[in-house]
């Protein structure tokens, strides 16, 4: 399998508190990219960053990536209670066609 | 523009039926995906078409699974014959350059066998 820790982890914080997501993978990947599902919905990609980029911010998102380490991170700051969501990163295989995707992480954010 | 459709969006089958999801990518997509999601197994790959061609087609599902692209703006998915554990909901997503570009999902299938 491509992943580590394969498992839905789950979270839950106080709307305004910070958080961060941890992924880590097994083989090489020229990208990570990052989902959010909210319930009902398909994923929705959030962040897309590449091997020769350490760290992508957008707005409250910052996305990093360790390639030496084979992990990357996913941090939201100010959480809302709209970013109540399953969170997925997913890597892309040698041939650069397909993602395999992560077993998420469950995020709760209470009002 | 309009995003990824899929219908139904949710199909109740007896044990042995055939049914067949329906998928519209994004106009002008080249890559479409199907996936299987689980909440043990996951996000699951299950067939991979690259301009209408099939790249992949998910390897231990491929025995009651098959999916196929009748032209670029449509895709069905045929389970045939359904079994219980084939409950789950059933994703497209298109891209348009494969892995390395975002993909874009449709809302899902939520298929319950019985």
């Known amino acids: 399998s491509q992943w580590g820790e394969e498992n839905l982890q789950a979270l839950s914080i106080q709307e305004g508190e910070d958080v961060t997501m941890n992924c880590s993978y097994k083989t090489y990947t020229t990208v990570v990219q990052w989902y959010r599902q909210k319930s009902g919905k398909g994923p929705a990609q959030l962040i897309l960053?590449?091997?020769?980029?350490r760290e992508k911010r957008s707005g409250r998102l910052r996305a990093t990536l360790d390639t030496s380490s084979q992990s990357s991170s996913l941090s939201i700051t100010g959480t809302l209670a709209t970013d109540t969501a399953v969170y997925f990163c997913a890597t892309v295989n040698n041939a650069g066609a397909k993602l395999t995707f992560g077993g998420g992480t469950r995020l709760t954010v209470r009002p | 523009d309009a995003g990824v459709t899929q219908t139904p969006r949710h199909e109740v089958a007896e044990k042995g039926q055939t049914i067949i999801l329906k998928c519209e990518p994004v106009s002008g997509h080249n890559d479409l995906f199907w996936y299987r999601q689980t909440k043990i197994q996951g996000l699951e790959l299950l067939s991979y078409f690259r301009s209408k061609s099939l790249m992949e087609d998910g390897g231990a599902f491929k025995d009651r699974f098959k999916a196929e692209m009748l032209n670029s703006s449509f895709s069905t998915l045929k389970i045939q014959p359904t079994e219980p554990k084939d409950s789950a909901v059933y994703l497209c997503a298109s891209s348009p350059l494969g892995g390395i570009d975002e993909q874009y999902f449709g809302p899902g299938t939520r298929l319950t066998v019985l």
């Open positions: 960053i590449r091997s020769n980029e």
